[in-house]
């Protein structure tokens, strides 16, 4: 069964330019969560959907980040316009839906961001 | 609001050696806790994961954690460790849910002298 992927690995991109990540999370996972991880700190929750919907978006810096997940499959998360401190790892994970328990969150490789 | 505090940066200890990593959580009540490792040019991977019952945990590739609700720690150790070891470890905690987000420590980079 594939893991979570991401696209691309590495972008390199200008300040003031627009960059678009993308998630697509283990199939049948209704679970989808966006985190970073910018210079040496620590990883830091951004965003999670339930299908198509948002369910917490608390950890989203600003409003030049918007994330969207149409159909509940895969997810977007867009820089526009990028700045220099957005530089950093972006994780994406899925988790089932459901249950009573815990449902394990598995992440995928991340996305390197440069923002020069 | 909740915390996680790795209070180690960097370690270096030798193969074969023991290792210790330190994990201290700041939250409510006791939440589910986790270690995740990231090894170079890789995503994280979940090593351990304490709920509840037995304090002592033991994860994948030899590691185990310890659970002190009194100290609120969650410290991971391995007896030996190995050249593949070197990695990044993450400690972090999530609230009781069967989905909620997840709070993670700084980390703790570790290296391995041969």
């Known amino acids: 069964e594939a893991g979570v992927t991401q696209f691309p690995s590495h972008s390199v991109i200008e300040k003031g330019q627009t960059v678009t990540l993308r998630c697509d999370p283990i199939s049948g996972h209704d679970n989808l969560y966006w985190y970073r991880r910018v210079m040496g700190k620590e990883i830091k929750f951004l965003l999670h959907f339930v299908k198509e919907s948002k369910q917490d978006e608390s950890g989203m810096p600003n409003n030049r980040f918007l994330a969207e997940r149409t159909g509940g499959t895969y997810s977007t998360l867009k820089v526009q316009p990028a700045e220099l401190e957005d530089s950093g790892v972006y994780f994406c994970?899925?988790?089932?839906?459901?249950?009573?328990?815990?449902?394990?969150?598995?992440f995928g490789p991340g996305t390197r961001l440069t923002v020069l | 609001a909740q915390s996680v505090t790795q209070p180690d940066i960097h370690i270096t200890v030798s193969e074969g050696a023991s290792l210790e990593l330190r994990c201290n959580y700041s939250y409510g009540a006791t939440p589910y806790l986790f270690w995740y490792v990231q090894s170079p040019g890789q995503g994280l991977q979940l090593l351990l994961k304490?709920?509840?019952?037995?304090?002592l945990v033991q994860g994948i590739k030899g590691f185990e954690a310890e659970f002190k609700r009194s100290q609120s720690s969650f410290n991971l150790r391995k007896p030996s460790v190995h050249w593949s070891d070197a990695a990044e470890y993450f400690c972090a905690v999530a609230m009781y849910s069967s989905a909620s987000k997840i709070i993670f420590g700084s980390g703790t980079r570790l290296s391995i002298r041969p």
């Open positions: 994970a899925s988790s089932e839906l459901g249950g009573s328990s815990y449902n394990e969150q598995f």
């Open positions: 304490y709920f509840s019952g037995d304090t």
